[in-house]
Each structure stands twice: as structure tokens, then as C-alpha cells.
């Protein structure tokens, strides 16, 4: 669904060149977890900001649905970014005096009903009832990231960019994170950036990079490493149904 060709994304400083990416090849498949995953430095929000349009490449391209970003108008590509992707960073960047349902809906490419109504549905899911007339100064830093996942996914984005979404949290409350955003899985693909490789057991498939270069790429058993099996995606998809997670029954229904 979105491919990087040879990308390389370089900062120019005194002495001369840093390649923070180095002709990277990505492939992100239609409803994945990917895994990106390396210490710090290796270029792995580069690589991010690289995927997702936020800079473009120096060397190299992406494309989304076919589609190359180099060829794209500078307009296009906004488009692009606030239509179909979603965007989770280590800080949640939420706004101090909107309330946490305003929060959600900030990033609504409509304010209409539906949009309120899934707001609504995404805040049940993320168990925030109690909070949805909060401000973020009155959540917990884990309950702050929800919102920001809510707002990531308030337009059913086809890929959630995650970077370092669980630095700033404890272990505990950053598998939270990680297990509400991965069932998003199969509804949208979502590309998790973390340093913390134990963040991505429920990965699909993990990318390691080391200084701007990609290493190795892994498939792993991911949503269901923990049983050990290995299941279609079909069967997939019916038991994040069962879950009954991020997406309306009628939304389902329709996507069948
Ligand atoms: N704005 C910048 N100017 C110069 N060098 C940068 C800049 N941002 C990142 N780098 C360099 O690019 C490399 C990759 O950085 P980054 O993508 O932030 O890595 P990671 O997210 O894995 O920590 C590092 O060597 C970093 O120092
Ligand atoms: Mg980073």
C-alpha cells in the first residue's frame, strides 16, 4: 500500500553530510502493525517523517496507493497526510483548553454527526467516559496519549504513524498504549517507532535500522505471539470484531 524506493533523507552541518536515512526500502501492507525499531539516532523518525510526507526525500521516493509523492502537488500531499493518515508523537500535543472530546475533534475532517458519533464510540473504546469533558491538564500522561490516539484515529486513517508513543510512560501504561493502537489493526496499517523493542510483540513485523540504514526485517506472529498461532486474516478480523474495538457495527458491516 505505501512503498519507500531508495530513500535517503541527509542533514547538511559543517563538516559535511549526515545520511540520517540511507536508501531505505519500506513496504507497508494494508492493515499491518509494523514494528520500526533501533537506538536512538538510527533514523527511525526520520525514516517516519520520510513514509508519512512530513519531509520530503533527498534522495529516492515514496509512493501511497501507486501514487509518488514526488509527483504529487505540494497540496496534494497535505491533502493526503490529513485524509489518510493519523499521527501519534511522544508528546500528545493536545490543546490546554479544549476539552478531551474538543481534543478528539479537532483533527475531524468534518464536524458533523458521524464524526461526534465515532468520537463518542472511540472514547467509550479507549475508556475515557469519565474524562470526556476534561481538560488534558486533569487526565494522567496515559490517558492523555488515548486522546491523542482517539484524535489519530477520528477519520479511520489508512496507516497511524506512532513515534515514541510509550517513551514517556512506564511499562505498564505504555503495553496499554500499545494494545489499544493494535487493534486498530486490520482497519488501518500502523507504523509504531519505538526504541523499546519489547513494545512490539504484538507486532506483525519488525524493521531494525542502525545508523540510518535498515538491518534486518522480521515477521513475527503479532496480534497473537502470546497463544503462538497463527491465524488467517479473515480469522483475524473476527476476533478484533468480537473485541468490538474502534469501529461502529455498521462501519464493519459496510466494510465487508
Ligand atoms: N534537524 C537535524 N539536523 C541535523 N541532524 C539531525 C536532525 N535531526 C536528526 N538528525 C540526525 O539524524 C540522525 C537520525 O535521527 P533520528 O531520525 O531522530 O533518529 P531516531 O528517531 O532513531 O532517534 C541522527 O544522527 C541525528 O543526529
Ligand atoms: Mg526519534
Same mark, same amino acid.
Given at each position: 500500500?505505501?512503498?519507500?524506493?531508495?530513500?535517503?533523507?541527509?542533514?547538511?552541518?559543517?563538516?559535511?553530510?549526515?545520511?540520517?536515512?540511507?536508501?531505505?526500502?519500506?513496504?507497508?501492507?494494508?492493515?499491518?502493525?509494523?514494528?520500526?525499531?533501533?537506538?536512538?539516532?538510527?533514523?527511525?523518525?526520520?525514516?517516519?517523517?520520510?513514509?508519512?510526507?512530513?519531509?520530503?526525500?533527498?534522495?529516492? #521516493?515514496?509512493?501511497?496507493?501507486?501514487?509518488?509523492?514526488?509527483?504529487?502537488?505540494?497540496?496534494?500531499?497535505?491533502?493526503?497526510?490529513?485524509?489518510?493518515?493519523?499521527?501519534?508523537?511522544?508528546?500528545?500535543?493536545?490543546?490546554?483548553?479544549?476539552?478531551?472530546?474538543?481534543?478528539?475533534?479537532?483533527?475531524?475532517?468534518?464536524?458533523?454527526?458521524?464524526?461526534?458519533?465515532?468520537?463518542?464510540?472511540?472514547?467509550?473504546?479507549?475508556?475515557?467516559?469519565?474524562?470526556?469533558?476534561?481538560?488534558?491538564?486533569?487526565?494522567?500522561?496515559?490517558?492523555?496519549?488515548?486522546?491523542?490516539?482517539?484524535?489519530?484515529?477520528?477519520?479511520?486513517?489508512?496507516?497511524?504513524?506512532?513515534?515514541?508513543?510509550?517513551?514517556?510512560?512506564?511499562?505498564?501504561?505504555?503495553?496499554?498504549?500499545?494494545?489499544?493502537?493494535?487493534?486498530?489493526?486490520?482497519?488501518?496499517?500502523?507504523?509504531?517507532?519505538?526504541?523499546?523493542?519489547?513494545?512490539?510483540?504484538?507486532? #506483525?513485523?519488525?524493521?531494525?535500522?542502525? #545508523?540510518?540504514?535498515?538491518?534486518?526485517?522480521?515477521?513475527?506472529?503479532?496480534?497473537?505471539?502470546?497463544?503462538?498461532?497463527?491465524?488467517?486474516?479473515?480469522?483475524?478480523?473476527?476476533?478484533?470484531?468480537?473485541?468490538?474495538?474502534?469501529?461502529?457495527?455498521?462501519?464493519?458491516?459496510?466494510?465487508?
Amino acid at each position: 500500500m505505501l512503498q519507500t524506493n531508495d530513500v535517503s533523507l541527509i542533514y547538511r552541518n559543517g563538516e559535511g553530510v549526515t545520511y540520517a536515512v540511507k536508501k531505505a526500502n519500506v513496504t507497508v501492507n494494508k492493515g499491518e502493525f509494523l514494528g520500526l525499531v533501533g537506538p536512538s539516532g538510527s533514523g527511525k523518525s526520520s525514516l517516519l517523517y520520510l513514509m508519512s510526507g512530513l519531509k520530503d526525500a533527498n534522495e529516492g #521516493d515514496v509512493t501511497f496507493e501507486g501514487n509518488s509523492y514526488q509527483a504529487m502537488q505540494n497540496g496534494k500531499l497535505i491533502d493526503l497526510r490529513r485524509k489518510r493518515y493519523g499521527f501519534i508523537f511522544q508528546q500528545h500535543f493536545l490543546i490546554n483548553y479544549l476539552s478531551v472530546f474538543e481534543n478528539i475533534m479537532v483533527g475531524a475532517l468534518e464536524q458533523a454527526a458521524p464524526a461526534r458519533k465515532r468520537a463518542n464510540e472511540l472514547i467509550a473504546e479507549l475508556g475515557l467516559e469519565k474524562q470526556s469533558n476534561r481538560l488534558p491538564w486533569q487526565l494522567s500522561i496515559g490517558q492523555r496519549q488515548r486522546v491523542a490516539i482517539a484524535r489519530a484515529l477520528i477519520n479511520e486513517p489508512a496507516i497511524v504513524f506512532a513515534d515514541e508513543p510509550t517513551a514517556a510512560l512506564d511499562q505498564t501504561t505504555g503495553h496499554q498504549v500499545v494494545d489499544l493502537l493494535a487493534q486498530y489493526r486490520g482497519h488501518g496499517s500502523i507504523v509504531f517507532v519505538t526504541h523499546d523493542p519489547e513494545m512490539l510483540s504484538k507486532a #506483525d513485523r519488525v524493521i531494525r535500522m542502525r #545508523d540510518g540504514e535498515i538491518v534486518s526485517e522480521e515477521k513475527q506472529n503479532g496480534a497473537h505471539s502470546r497463544e503462538g498461532e497463527i491465524v488467517s486474516e479473515e480469522k483475524r478480523n473476527g476476533s478484533h470484531a468480537r473485541e468490538g474495538v474502534m469501529i461502529s457495527n455498521e462501519k464493519r458491516n459496510g466494510n465487508r
